[in-house]
């Protein structure tokens, strides 16, 4: 009896080293990004406030954070603009370089922006060959991306005579014609029409189904929800969430239901400790589970009153909403709302 | 857009500069018209003794003027003598007669006076002149150096003024164009995209490093230009004007210490002693290092002024004041220093960077190593050099944390604190 208790905590051991052996192996080949208790402290503040996290190839990963949590600055070490206090970075399995990096990744920040004077195919021909690419070579793919774009007759304009979105789509054409291993986009979609945001996107899933991965920094959370598969939120320089969407949604739920009867509702239908009764709107009901019952044992509480179930459906909290409540429940935290720019 | 800026101002500068130099010489010799001037109570001895110039002041002996018409009768102003004992003398007349006018016939009467004097004393005036002439002849005095060379004394002041000048106006000028490029990336906002491929000392020394090779071919380009049009000056003014630039010239020369300034002279007397005078193979490469030197050192400065300033270029004129205020410095210690080149300040002024690349031009066009010796000169290149390393790793500083700070206006004090804590 002994022996065989033994038996079973060593085997349930050995599977935990097992999976989570496995685990760390899977990122080790396939994590492009790995931050280890990255840290940088400003005089007034500490900006970035040891955080580590692993992004792996070919993912979307969305850096979420209220205006000033620390995402610049976050973003700018990782793309070798400022040099990290402590910690280390790992970029594609070896210490980042800052200095021959730099060519792998692109990076399109929130204050962008390119030379007005200039003309758009020399300005996109300049841009190219500071990332390292020759020039028939950068021609050749800023033309393959400029008839993508439809912009193949903007050659020869100047940026000043583009209008807010043309510029954009100039700008995010720039920021991955180098085939960057890793992408990283501050806020792309600002300034764009649904259009040319739908454009912008489809070209971001090819991307991450290349084989590059993308960063993605927002304040915008249906966007995030949209695009992203991983994301962490950062606030006052802390790492505060992390995990993928539906991992952190469930995390997050308030075992919320919306149930619509065929029946007439009388207050002893809804008079049971299983649940409490949130909202009531004529046949519809939002219940909260209490704490040990699961759906079925709701289910079959209304089959056995014989009421008839119409729908029955979880209420998931929307990302925003864990966003907002996360960063208000964060102690001393100065009150962000989310900007929806 | 740019290369049509570029090709204006390279082109524009000479011939603004030219015609400024024309148009100067043409009212020089346009305010040289011949006015007449009437003596009244001649007491005898000026009518004998008072030499009038055709082309510039006459004077005449009429009878019948007097301060009430001589106008009417074309007299520019009349000439009274009032007591002769005192020699006292009042021109009267209805508009000022200039400088060089009074000049002239001051000098006319003096020389009359003289005269008179020597006749007095029965002196005979041809043969004081003879005799002035003779021992201006037998004598000769010329400051020879131990080197051999004899010293002229306005050449190299003209030089060293001039050098003094173009790397002063320079240096604002390409000062304020790499300012004005830095914040153009800044307020651009491609600054962030830039430095995320290359680093931010880069992208700075690439603006500086750019510029500076616009500004050499423009600074060629501009001395080759403007000794062209200087050569082909003669062909441009009209015939007429040049014959009256050669009257001037000949009755200028005609008396010994006559006002020898006046601009069309300096022209033409600069452009006929100025390629054979000047030691060009010590002049042309000392300017073009204490150009490119100066640029480096206050280049960088402007640039970091620039990476601080946000949208309001108002900004700029606060942080750019304790750069401006070196510069205009030296411009006065250069000023000083070309008359004294010895003395204390301009030994200093010509050491120091902030002030060596316009001072050390004035210093230099006296000669090297009669006035300025070896050592100095040299010791001055290298603080220099040094000058321009410091600025340029301070100036990087500023401008790494600078070119990202949107929306924070930056003190001088605030951008002391970056550079202690990089």
Sequence with gaps: MQFSLFKIISRKKARLIASTGKFALKFLIMAILELSHLKKYFKEQRAVDDISLTIGKGSIFGLLGPNGAGKTTLIRMITGIFYPDEGQITFDGKKFDPINDVIHIGYMPEERGLYKKMKIGEQAMYLAQLKGMKKDEAFK????????????SWWNKKVEDLSK???????????????????????????????????????????????????????????????????ILVNKGKKILDGTVKQVKQDYK???????????????????????VKKQKGNEVVLKLHEGFNNNDVLQYFINKGLMVESFNEILPSLNEIFIKLVEDTPLTRQFSPVTA | MRNKT????????????????????????????????????????????????????????????TSANYEEKGYAGILKVNDTASKKYVIESKKSLGIERMDFIERQMTKAVEYNMLQEKSIDRTLLDSINKASKEAVQVTNE??????VNNKLPYIIGFGCG???????????????????????????????????????????????????????????????????????????????????????QQALPGGPNNTLALKVVSATDSFVNDVNWWLIIPCFLFYFLGGYLFYAAL????????????????????????????????????????DSQMAFWGSMIPFTSPIVMMGRIAKGVPEVVPWWQL???????????????????????TGILLYGKKASWKEMIKWIRRS
């Design chain 1, 165 to 231: 979105g043309m510029s954009q789509k100039l700008q995010f054409v720039t920021t991955v014609l180098h085939e960057p291993k890793l992408i990283i986009l501050d806020e792309p979609f600002s300034g764009l029409d649904p259009v040319n945001s739908n454009l912008i996107k489809d070209e971001i899933y090819k991307l991450a189904q290349n084989g590059s991965t993308v960063i993605f920094s927002t304040h915008r959370m249906e966007q995030v929800e949209e695009i992203c598969n991983h994301i």
């Design chain 2, 6 to 65: 570029f090709l204006l101002s390279t082109f524009l500068f000479p011939i603004v500069i030219v015609l400024f130099i024309a148009g100067a010489t043409f009212l020089a010799i346009k305010s040289k018209n011949k006015s007449k001037i009437a003596v009244i109570n001649d007491p005898g001895y000026l009518q004998k003794n008072l030499e009038s110039d055709s082309s510039f002041v006459i004077f005449e002996f009429p009878k019948d003027v």
């Design chain 2, 378 to 400: 040299f010791l001055s290149m290298a603080l220099l050099i040094g000058g321009f390393i410091f600025t340029t790793w301070f100036a990087g500083k500023i401008y790494r």
């Design chain 2, 145 to 150: 150096l131990e080197t051999g060379k004899e």
């Design chain 2, 302 to 341: 402007f640039a970091s002024v620039g990476s601080v300033i946000n949208e309001d270029p108002q900004e700029a004129q606060s942080l750019m004041l304790p750069i401006m205020m070196p510069i205009i410095f030296a411009f006065i210690i250069l000023s000083t220093s070309i008359e004294n080149p």
């Design chain 2, 165 to 251: 000048i173009i790397i002063y106006i320079t240096m604002f000028i390409f000062g304020a164009m790499v300012m004005r490029g830095v914040m153009e990336e800044k307020m651009n906002r491609i600054a962030e995209v830039i430095v995320s491929s290359v680093k931010p000392f880069q992208l700075m020394m690439g603006k500086i490093i750019g510029i500076a090779a616009v500004g050499l071919t423009q600074l060629l380009l501009w001395i080759v230009f403007i000794m062209v049009l200087v050569n082909l000056l003669p062909l441009i003014i009209s015939p007429d004007t040049l014959q009256q630039v050669q009257d001037v010239q000949q009755s």
């Design chain 1, 141 to 152: 793919k800023i033309k393959f991306w400029f008839e993508k774009f439809e912009m193949q």
């Design chain 1, 254 to 276: 308030e075992h919320l239901f919306k149930v619509n009867f065929q029946n007439q509702l009388t207050p002893e239908h809804l008079a049971i400790h299983l649940f409490e």
